[in-house]
């Protein structure tokens, strides 16, 4: 599966490398190869940062149908558990 980017995030993803570097690698990087640069973080760090989401999202979904029989379960057979007065008696 390609990871898809709208066009408004790139531009401010790219706006955002541009300013990285201006600020920490004390050097400019112009539109182009910041452009370039998020393409190869989008495809080669990319998927690894969405695999780990989708497991995450899995194991947190098992926690829950886990829990689910907790949450609903229902006691079978009680009728001739319940005190006898709640008994209709015939």
Same mark, same amino acid.
């Given at each position: 599966?390609?990871? %898809?980017?709208s066009?408004?995030?790139?531009? #401010?993803?790219?706006?955002?490398?541009?300013?990285? @570097? #201006?600020?920490?690698?004390?050097?400019?990087?112009?539109?182009?190869?910041?452009?370039?640069?998020l393409?190869? @973080?989008? +495809? %080669?760090?990319?998927?690894?940062?969405?695999?780990?989401?989708?497991?995450?999202? #899995?194991?947190?979904?098992q926690?829950?149908?886990?829990?689910?029989?907790?949450?609903?379960? +229902?006691?079978? @057979?009680?009728?001739?558990?319940?005190?006898?007065? #709640?008994?209709?008696?015939?």
């Amino acid at each position: 599966m390609t990871i %898809e980017i709208s066009k408004e995030a790139q531009k #401010q993803l790219i706006a955002s490398i541009e300013r990285y @570097f #201006q600020d920490n690698m004390e050097e400019k990087i112009g539109n182009v190869t910041a452009g370039a640069l998020l393409g190869y @973080f989008v +495809e %080669e760090l990319g998927p690894v940062i969405y695999n780990q989401a989708v497991a995450d999202a #899995q194991e947190r979904l098992q926690a829950r149908v886990m829990e689910l029989d907790i949450e609903v379960h +229902e006691p079978e @057979f009680t009728y001739w558990h319940k005190p006898a007065r #709640q008994r209709k008696s015939r």
